[in-house]
């Protein structure tokens, strides 16, 4: 699946429970699909899906709060892992 | 310090005095109380313009904006009565809720255009719809942006006295269905300055709100705000927490209100990448934060002064704990406010002894006036005091006081559940649940969580073949509950405990 399906999947799952009107670019809190616990969750369940490290100060609507925010952060985090496992391994 | 009578006074006379000072910090806009107050009256004077008047309730149904603080004084210039509604709570209990108070105007925001178009066809006394974020009026509705436009600027005649009522407050009733808190405007005056007098509240502060202004505790931070003319920062929530701590690092804030699940949440993060050192003052309350998160919190904020505190909507505030006495009592919700007095009585009504357990009573000028329409009700809760025509409150909570006076909280007499600080009534999510078809009986109780306080269990029996799943209720309730309501847990059991009477037990499901 892709990043995107994922989060998808993963929200209509969880926070809306199978309902899938929501729309990639609506915000999260805006629509009632998280609450403050919930991001916690949110953050929680991107970090083991896809391996990184959301930092506390990187825990901000513009990062997290749209289906649209959430993929461009992850895409983001996950192009500064493969760069910096490039670098280790020497291949740029 | 303000001779307010009327709660809008806190507006005007800080207006007066310096109109050029912030107001309001929101949504990136700025707002001095010059700015600030002529748009509450350009609302003021549009509200009386459609004949909204003295004793008329105005709903004001919006997330935490500029445009719910103007409401909320426009309606009391106009010489009405002003509800906060959660902006999460669903159509039915709006409805109910419009209903109850019977509602002659409504202030919300324009992406909730749908449903208020089928409410106006629900809520007969409803004749003004005013809309938030919509340039031009709609089928009966107008637009906000366009009132604060045209309408005139002029502060309206002044209109009501402090013993009329200044709001509504709804809150959770062990019926499942809200009540409505009468408080005049002497009460809310009088709870303001007790508060603001013991947090030592000067024009300098800048208090940021996170909390709903449907909480009186959210709601109380704007007036005690305007009260002694400081400057509020209003947020629309908690959930990013890096974001508050941005906006506490930007605005050099000096007041922070919040409750135990907030502060655990801040306790989960390395909070030495903010310069934080502007708090002057962090404040608890809605449920006991638990002694080790006192300890930490005052680890990570050694320079502010942190108050353990106690309060209900029936009276808003009852005790404080002041944070000198921190170490040596921090299981304890403190004295009684200024201009307080408190007691505990046992089932007999006498008063009892130190350490001894009983329910706490409340005297003072800010014991509201009751619930809206349920006598009854009001009855139990608010009973005749020493005065003819005085009204002590009977908390429903359990305390026992210490040999200097010092309270301590130990239990609820009824079910109500807090959960995240708010209160939850089993029977209102039971009654959401026995609506979804297949649901033969369900109770609704608080377990433990180091998050929440008390996290919502739903024990559910279903009719065999109804084929229910987990989701299904969870979604069912995320339709028609307020967020706060929702359950984290749902079990499906084969019976659900009774007492002898044949009802069910939560107490049994509980232990």
């Known amino acids: 699946m892709h990043i995107r399906e994922q989060i998808r999947h993963h929200i209509v799952e969880n926070f809306l429970f199978g309902n899938d009107s929501l729309a990639d670019k609506d915000s999260f809190l805006e629509h009632g699909v998280v609450d403050s616990t919930g991001v916690l969750e949110l953050v929680l369940f991107t970090e083991e899906m896809f391996g990184i490290t959301v930092d506390d100060e ?29 670098r280790t391994s020497g291949e740029l | 310090m ?197 947090l030592e509240n000067v024009p300098e502060d800048i208090i940021i709100n996170v909390l709903p202004l449907s909480f009186d505790y959210g709601l109380y931070q704007v007036l005690m705000v305007f009260q002694v003319g400081a400057t509020l920062v209003l947020e629309r929530g908690f959930a990013y927490p890096a974001a508050i701590l941005n906006r506490i690092e930007a605005e050099r804030v000096t007041g922070f209100p919040g409750v135990p699940t907030i502060f655990a949440m801040l306790l989960q993060m390395d909070l030495s990448r903010w310069d934080l050192t502007s ?93 809206w329409e349920l006598p009854e009700e009001t009855a139990r809760t608010f009973r005749p005091g020493r005065y003819p025509g005085e009204r002590l409150l009977y908390t429903g909570d359990l305390f026992t006081m210490d040999e200097e006076g010092f309270l301590y909280f130990v239990s609820r007499k009824d079910d109500i559940i807090k959960s995240r600080g708010e209160k939850v009534s089993p029977k209102e999510v039971e009654d959401v649940l026995y609506r979804l078809d297949g649901v033969i009986e369900a109770a609704v109780v608080g377990v433990p969580d180091p998050l929440l306080g008390q996290a919502i269990k739903a024990y559910v029996l279903i009719k065999d073949g109804a084929g229910l799943t987990e989701r299904q209720v969870l979604r069912h309730c995320a339709a028609h509950l307020e967020d706060f309501m929702v359950p984290k847990y749902v079990e499906f059991c084969d019976s659900l405990p009774k007492t002898s009477s044949g009802k069910i037990s939560r107490r049994s499901l509980r232990a």
């Open chain 1, 58 to 86: 990187e825990s901000l609507p513009e990062n997290v709060d749209s289906i649209d925010n959430l993929v461009g952060y992850v895409t983001k985090k996950l192009n500064c892992l493969c760069e910096v496992d490039a």
């Open chain 2, 2 to 198: 303000s001779s307010a009578t009327l709660v809008h006074d806190f507006l005007q006379q800080s207006a007066d005095r310096h109109p050029g000072k912030m107001a309001l910090v929101s949504d990136g806009r700025r707002m001095t109380y010059a700015d600030l107050e002529a748009l509450a009256n350009r609302l003021a004077n549009a509200l009386i313009a459609h004949d909204v008047g003295r004793g008329d309730r105005v709903a004001i149904y919006l997330a935490n904006c500029a445009e719910a603080v103007i409401a909320i004084f426009a309606a009391l210039k106009a010489g009405a009565i002003f509800t906060c509604i959660n902006s999460t709570t669903k159509f039915d209990k709006l409805s109910y809720i419009l209903n109850n108070c019977r509602a002659t105007a409504l202030v919300s925001h324009a992406s909730r255009r749908d449903m208020l178009a089928r409410l106006c066809a629900q809520v007969p006394s409803l004749k003004f719809v005013a809309l938030a974020g919509v340039e031009g009026d709609e089928k009966n509705m107008v637009s906000l942006p366009q009132i604060f436009q045209e309408s005139p600027s002029h502060r309206p005649p002044r209109r009501g006295i402090d013993i009329d009522l200044a709001a509504i407050i709804y809150t959770s009733g062990s019926t499942g269905r809200p009540k409505g808190v009468m408080c005049t405007h002497l009460n809310m005056v009088s709870a303001s300055t007790s508060i603001t007098q013991y």
């Open chain 2, 279 to 371: 708090l002057r003052y962090l404040t608890n309350t809605a449920a006991a934060l638990p002694v080790t998160h006192i300890q930490q919190l005052r680890k990570a904020f050694p320079q502010a002064k942190l108050y353990s505190m106690y309060g209900l909507t029936e009276c808003k505030r009852v005790s404080y704990l002041p944070p000198e006495e921190l170490d040596r009592r921090p299981g304890s919700v403190g004295i009684a406010i200024p201009n307080t007095e408190v007691w505990i009585e046992d089932e007999e009504g006498r008063r009892v002894g130190p350490g001894e357990v009983g329910e706490l009573v409340v005297r003072g000028s800010h014991v509201m006036q009751g619930y």
